[in-house]
C-alpha cells in the first residue's frame, strides 16, 4: 500500500548527525518510506506512547533492561518449580511463542536485527532504528559501526562464567576505528564489569614466572618421582646459577602450588 507524503511527513527522522558519513548511511535508511511506514506499528507494538529525547535513550533502555532482570528470575523460578513438580512435558513452543517469551529489551533489540536484514543492512545500525522508533530523532552517538561488545549477550548474564569482550567491524571500519575503540572502550568494559572477567586480568597481569618448569615437575611427581628424585635427575649437578636456590622442598612446594592452581575456578 502506497504512503501518502502527508503521512511521510508526520513520520520524518530528525536526523542531527555532524559525521556527513554517518548522515548518509542514516539518511539512506530512515527516509524509505517502506521503514517510516513500519514506524506506527512499531511503536505500538512496543508500547512507545510518547516519543523522548535522544539524551534519555540510554537511561530509557537501563531502566527495561533492569526491569527485565526482575521479571526474568522469578519466571524462571516458577518455569523450574513447575518442572520438578508436574514434569517437561510441554509441546515444543513455536518461533513465534519464544520470541514473545523473551524479556522486552531482547525482543526490541532483535526485531530492530532484524529489520537491518530486512533492508539489507549492517546490523550496527539497528541501534539508529532503536532510537528512531522512541526518540524520533537520531544523532552521532547512535552510528556505531565499530563497537565493543560482551559475548554471550543473552539472559542470565550469571549463567556465563567467563563472557568475552569482542570488538566488531563493519564494512564502514577503518583501522583507526579498531584501535580507538580498543583503547577507549574495551578498558571501560573490563573496568565496570570486572567482576566477570577475573580470569583475564590474572592470566594477563601476573603470569607464572616459572610456568613451564612447574608444570614439568608436576607431571614427573604424577610419574611417581619424588621432589628428591626430580632434584637429583635434574639439578643437583647443574652449574645454572639460576638454579641456585633449586632443592628439594623448593620443588616439593612448586609442584604443591601448581596444583592448587589446577583447583581454581579462575
Not at 85 to 101: V, Y
Not at 168 to 194: A, C, G, L, N, Y
Not at 217 to 232: A, F, M, N, T, V
Amino acid at each position: 500500500m502506497k504512503i501518502e507524503n502527508e503521512d511521510l511527513l508526520k513520520l520524518k527522522i530528525d536526523i542531527r548527525c555532524k559525521n556527513i558519513v554517518a548522515y548518509q548511511d542514516i539518511a539512506y535508511l530512515v527516509d524509505k518510506p517502506e521503514f517510516l511506514s513500519l514506524l506506527p506499528e512499531l511503536r505500538a507494538k512496543y508500547r512507545i506512547k510518547k516519543l523522548i529525547p535522544p539524551t534519555k535513550f540510554g537511561g530509557w533502555l537501563l531502566g527495561k533492561i533492569k526491569k527485565d532482570l526482575d521479571i526474568y528470575g522469578a519466571k524462571r523460578k516458577m518455569v523450574l518449580d513447575a518442572e520438578r513438580f508436574f514434569g517437561s512435558k510441554a509441546k515444543e513452543p513455536t518461533n513465534k511463542e519464544l520470541f514473545d517469551s523473551l524479556p522486552y529489551h531482547q525482543r526490541f533489540d532483535w526485531e530492530t536485527v532484524f529489520l537491518t536484514r530486512k533492508f539489507n543492512r549492517p546490523s550496527y545500525l539497528r541501534s539508529i532504528i532503536q532510537r528512531a522508533i522512541v526518540c524520533g530523532v537520531v544523532d552521532d552517538g547512535g552510528w556505531q559501526p565499530t563497537y565493543a561488545t560482551v559475548l554471550p549477550p543473552e539472559l542470565p548474564v550469571l549463567d556465563s562464567d567467563l563472557p568475552e569482550v569482542v570488538i566488531v567491524v563493519s564494512p564502514m571500519t577503518k583501522i583507526t576505528d579498531v584501535e580507538r575503540v580498543f583503547k577507549e572502550e574495551v578498558p571501560k568494559i573490563f573496568k565496570q564489569e570486572k567482576w566477570k572477567f577475573k580470569y583475564r586480568p590474572m592470566a594477563k597481569k601476573d603470569p607464572a614466572e616459572n610456568i613451564v618448569r612447574d608444570r614439568n615437575w608436576y607431571w614427573l611427581s604424577l610419574e611417581g618421582k619424588e621432589p628428591g628424585d626430580i632434584y637429583e635427575s635434574e639439578f643437583c649437578n647443574s652449574d645454572n646459577p639460576k638454579l641456585k636456590d633449586v632443592n628439594i622442598e623448593s620443588i616439593s612446594k612448586a609442584i604443591a602450588r601448581y596444583k592448587e592452581k589446577l583447583q581454581d575456578k579462575f
